[in-house]
């Protein structure tokens, strides 16, 4: 979902799209949903995402692991955009 406001930021919004996939609502006769809503996402917010699952910690020597993972995990991306280009 790509809204001017995340879920953190406004539990209406948060509330509104939770009810929407839970179940399905009926207007005029019609039947609608359950939809599944996904929440776009900051890099950063994928990236810590990430390391987390790696458990890569972001203090002391781990910060230069996790460094070089979100390096490796980049370079892919910017060769891409550079034949694009």
Same mark, same amino acid.
């Given at each position: 979902m790509i809204s001017p406001t995340g879920e953190e930021k406004s539990p209406f919004v948060r509330d509104t799209f939770k009810r929407l996939s839970a179940k399905p609502f009926e207007k005029?006769?019609?039947?609608?949903?359950?939809?599944k809503v996904e929440w776009e996402r900051s890099r950063e917010n994928l990236e &810590?995402?990430?390391?987390?699952?790696?458990? %890569? &910690?972001?203090?002391?020597?781990a910060k230069n692991a996790r460094a070089?993972? %979100? *390096? /490796?995990?980049? &370079?892919?991306? *910017?060769k /891409? /955009?550079? &034949?694009m280009g």
């Amino acid at each position: 979902m790509i809204s001017p406001t995340g879920e953190e930021k406004s539990p209406f919004v948060r509330d509104t799209f939770k009810r929407l996939s839970a179940k399905p609502f009926e207007k005029d006769g019609k039947n609608y949903g359950p939809y599944k809503v996904e929440w776009e996402r900051s890099r950063e917010n994928l990236e &810590a995402d990430l390391c987390d699952s790696l458990h %890569l &910690a972001d203090d002391g020597d781990a910060k230069n692991a996790r460094a070089d993972v %979100l *390096a /490796r995990v980049q &370079a892919p991306r *910017a060769k /891409r /955009r550079g &034949a694009m280009g």
